[in-house]
T-cell receptor, first 115, second 114 residues
Framework: NAGVTQTPKFQVLKTGQSMTLQCAQDMNHEYMSWYRQDPGMGLRLIHYSVGAGITDQGEVPNGYNVSRSTTEDFPLRLLSAAPSQTSVYFC??????????????FGPGTRLTVT | AQKITQTQPGMFVQEKEAVTLDCTYDTSDPSYGLFWYKQPSSGEMIFLIYQGSYDQQNATEGRYSLNFQKARKSANLVISASQLGDSAMYFCAMREWGNTPLVFGKGTRLSVIA
């Protein structure tokens, strides 16, 4: 099992450019989520999905789009990059069923810089 | 309102000593789970320990234990016999019942001194 994979590992964008951060998991997890990590702010939830075809907004969704067409993939799209989106982005997945103890598995992260 | 509060931005501990990292939480849901994750300088998120709101005993995993005080809504992480490799960011997180997201605190940076 590869677990949760994210591509790319590093990315530099110019303001106004668009791009997609890829996330895939091979554990057949229904639940997937995207977080951004900024110094002193912890991990903040951007969007999440409880299954294919279902997505919902988290704490900081503005400027980001997601879709979930398959169980395995959960891409995060930046429509028009802004310097405020410079961050480290983590994708995570877990089983669902409402299990409180379901461990969330994290990808290695994508470090994005917007100039 | 912030659901997870970690009031210690940074902590120092001597090698082989024990250290407690504080975490308080806020929820009105009687069913919830509390997690601690470690993030070393390499950046990956490592799951350490879990405590359920109905668990009668404090969770333990090796050198990690969770001091769960439900009435005070605190879930402090205790690391015994600190090692240099314990130097990292530590995050407390909570999930409420249902398919709800994991919400994180801002983290505590632990530095272990030889």
């Amino acid at each position: 099992n590869a677990g949760v994979t994210q591509t790319p590992k590093f990315q530099v964008l110019k303001t106004g450019q668009s791009m997609t951060l890829q996330c895939a998991q091979d554990m057949n997890h229904e639940y997937m989520s995207w977080y951004r990590q900024d110094p002193g702010m912890g991990l903040r939830l951007i969007h999440y999905s409880v299954g294919a075809g279902i997505t919902d907004q988290g704490e900081v969704p503005n400027g980001y789009n997601v879709s979930r067409s398959t169980t395995e993939d959960f891409p995060l799209r930046l429509l028009s990059a802004a310097p405020s989106q410079t961050s480290v982005y983590f994708c995570a997945s877990s089983t669902t069923g409402g299990g409180l103890s379901d461990e969330q598995y994290f990808g290695p992260g994508t470090r994005l810089t917007v100039t | 309102a912030q659901k997870i509060t970690q009031t210690q931005p940074g902590m120092f501990v001597q090698e082989k000593e024990a250290v407690t990292l504080d975490c308080t939480y806020d929820t009105s849901d009687p069913s919830y789970g509390l997690f601690w994750y470690k993030q070393p300088s390499s950046g990956e998120m490592i799951f350490l320990i879990y405590q359920g709101s109905y668990d009668q005993q404090n969770a333990t995993e090796g050198r990690y234990s969770l001091n769960f005080q439900k009435a005070r809504k605190s879930a402090n992480l205790v690391i015994s016999a600190s090692q240099l490799g314990d130097s990292a960011m530590y995050f407390c997180a909570m999930r409420e019942w249902g398919n709800t997201p994991l919400v994180f605190g801002k983290g505590t940076r632990l530095s272990v001194i030889a």
